[in-house]
């Protein structure tokens, strides 16, 4: 199934899709879902360093060391 196909394609309860379409929708949005979670958890990651960072500056600076 071609990517235009593939984008033309919606799921309707009046025709059930093909095997072949079923599998490339699953992979499309297995796909999706992967670089979605990649992305969530690098913007987790900065932002755990960010305040690790941060609270250990402020710790350093209260300490007197």
């Known amino acids: ?31 999706e879902a992967r670089r979605r979670g990649a992305e969530a958890e690098a913007k987790f990651r900065a932002e755990l360093e960010q305040l690790v960072s941060d609270n250990l500056a402020e710790y350093t600076c209260s300490d007197g060391k």
């Open 1 to 31: 199934m071609s990517e235009q196909e593939l984008k033309k394609y919606r799921l309707t309860g009046v025709e059930e899709p093909t095997d072949e379409q079923l599998e490339a929708l699953m992979h499309a949005a297995g796909e």
